[in-house]
């Protein structure tokens, strides 16, 4: 039986919902962070480095490094380790959105 964070603390989340992220349905619990939301939907890498088009997703996870920049409901570079998504949001990877 594999066992996640959430049954280690034993979280009793509210009910789940969901974002658009590029234009998918993404499912999302209360509480988590937009990062957390991509990570659990297997997506690690969101954006792209300007110089060398390197992959980058959340590294610090506290809001100091700003790898995670995203766009969410059309305010672009928020840090997906600090947004808490609620339900409906439209959230973007692109930086051309
Ligand atoms: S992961 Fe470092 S600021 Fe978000």
């Known amino acids: 039986m594999t066992r996640t964070p ?3 603390a034993g979280a009793r989340p509210g009910p789940a919902f969901t974002v658009r992220v ?3 349905e993404v499912d999302a619990l ?3 962070t937009l990062a ?3 990570w659990a939907d297997g997506t690690t890498a969101w954006r792209t480095t300007r110089v060398g088009g390197r992959p980058r997703g959340a590294f610090c996870g506290i809001g100091s ?3 995670c920049l995203i ?3 059309g305010v672009r570079d928020l840090r997906a380790c ?3 998504p609620e339900p409906g949001d439209v959230v973007s ?3 051309d959105d």
């Open 36 to 38: 957390a939301v991509l």
């Open 93 to 95: 990877t692109r930086d």
């Open 65 to 67: 490094c700003f790898d």
């Open 71 to 73: 766009t969410v409901n």
């Open 30 to 32: 209360p509480g988590q």
């Open 22 to 24: 590029d234009g998918r």
């Open 6 to 8: 959430r049954d280690l």
């Open 82 to 84: 600090l947004v808490r």
